[in-house]
Structure formats: C-alpha cells, structure tokens
Nanobody, 124 residues
Framework: QLQPVESGGGMVQPGGSLRLSCAAS????????IGWFRQAPGKKREGVAC????????YYADSVAGRFTISTDNAKSTVDLHMNSLKPEDTAVYYC?????????????????WGQGTQVTVSS
C-alpha cells in the first residue's frame, strides 16, 4: 500500500518561503508520479504542481508558476515543493498524492494515493 506522507507545513509571513516534502517509498517503482494539491476553506481542491516520472519535469498551476518549484531528492526519496514569495491566498491544506502527471498537472481523480495533508498559513 502506497502512503504518501507530507511534512514541512507551518506559518509564514507574506513574502516568506516554506519547503514541503512528500515521502512516498515505492511510488516510482510502482510507476506513479507525485503531485501537490491544496484546499483552502470553502474552496475546491486544486492542483498546484506535479513532477512527471516519465518526462522528468515539473508542471505548475498558473497561480504558483514562477514562485513554486517542485524537485526530487533521490537520497531521501522525497518530492519537495519549494514555495517562495508566499501570499495570503496560498493559505491552505497541502496534500501530496501519487498518480498521473503527464503533459500537465492532471486532475485529482487521476491520483490514487493521498497523504493526510499539512497546513500552510501565510499571514502577517
């Protein structure tokens, strides 16, 4: 059973940075890619970024492009989301998930395994 586990959430001031990590052993071997999603109170869950296992590249939502970077840490077997220039509207619970990332972010129904989520709060 694949079980992604997120870490690294917290509170930061606007303009600050955070790094989220997703540990998901066995994901690559099972043929999955890792994606990051977020859900703010009262809003639908939305895709943020994903790293395509097959294409070896990241994809980003327009709202975070240029501010967020997704990368893999092979030594730690994690997929990290580096978040810079954070805005209050980035406040949400962030989830990592294992699924399909190919030629784009993909929709949440294309991801089969989900972590429990980690809270990110951007506030002064």
């Amino acid at each position: 059973q694949l079980q992604p586990v997120e870490s690294g959430g917290g509170m930061v001031q606007p303009g600050g940075s955070l790094r989220l990590s997703c540990a998901a052993s066995g994901v690559a071997e099972a043929g999955y890619s890792i994606g990051w999603f977020r859900q703010a109170p009262g809003k639908k869950r939305e895709g943020v970024a994903c790293f395509s296992k097959t294409e070896r590249r990241g994809y980003y939502a327009d709202s975070v492009a240029g501010r967020f970077t997704i990368s893999t840490d092979n030594a730690k077997s994690t997929v990290d989301l580096h978040m810079n220039s954070l805005k209050p509207e980035d406040t949400a619970v962030y989830y990592c998930a294992a699924g399909l990332c190919f030629h784009g972010l993909g929709r949440d129904y294309e991801y089969d395994y989900w972590g429990q989520g980690t809270q990110v709060t951007v506030s002064s």
